[in-house]
């Protein structure tokens, strides 16, 4: 199965579920319809009323046919050379049941995104290319690069509070950094009305799902 090149809907990403239900991944489009074309997957769709279903490869594709006049909001569409497909959000693996526990990654992607792109100084969002990493208690100080210890900063921000602490330079934050439990990405992703159906399986969440 060959898709539309430049498609945005590839862009996308979908939920996956482990045999017993529970959230284990978040992948690429692509590798979702892989996993459903080789049967080691089905697609969980939960309608307006919460209720679920469990559609194979084939059977998405005939329930995609029937909806394709009638096309959900928020809903992405691939073509393909014979036909036309609605992307799942949600995926569940038919033999895999185990829970991978790996902490949330340490980077700063996910930094950004627990910080809501926002200066922890003066309280404005900034586009990531505009930002800063900055250590709470400075390295000069001891400071260490850690959860705790690393907030986005503005660069006016950065600059004024230079190799001070908050304190020292006068700074008052919007919060105190913290370790996430869960991928803060994942959150960026529920703010999105395309992936409001994902929240029925992490509102429990008591494991860790990253995005790759």
Request: aromatic share 10%; proline share 6%; hydrophobic share 35%.
């Amino acid at each position: 199965m060959s898709f539309s090149p430049g498609a945005s809907a590839l862009d996308a990403s979908v939920l996956v579920l482990n045999r017993l239900y529970m959230a284990i991944h978040v992948v690429p489009v692509r590798r979702a319809f892989t996993l459903l074309c080789k049967e080691l997957a089905e697609v969980v769709h939960i309608d307006d009323d919460g209720m679920w279903n469990s559609y194979d490869f084939e059977s998405w594709r005939d329930i995609s046919a029937l909806k394709m006049d009638f096309k959900e909001p928020h809903s992405d569409w691939i073509r393909t050379v014979t036909f036309e497909i609605q992307v799942p959000r949600i995926i569940r693996l038919h033999r895999y049941d185990r829970i991978p526990k790996q902490p949330v990654k340490f980077n700063r992607r996910n930094v950004f995104a627990r910080d809501e792109n926002r200066c922890q100084y003066c309280g404005k969002r900034f586009p990531t290319n505009e930002l800063t990493l900055d250590h709470v208690l400075p390295r000069s100080q001891g400071g260490q690069t850690t959860w705790e210890n690393i907030v986005c900063a503005c660069v006016d921000c950065n600059v004024k509070k230079g190799g001070r602490t908050p304190e020292q330079a006068h700074l008052r934050m919007v919060k105190r950094p913290v370790r996430p439990k869960t991928s803060p990405a994942i959150n960026i992703k529920l703010g999105s009305a395309k992936y409001q159906s994902w929240k029925a399986f992490l509102d429990n969440a008591y494991w860790s799902v990253e995005l790759k």
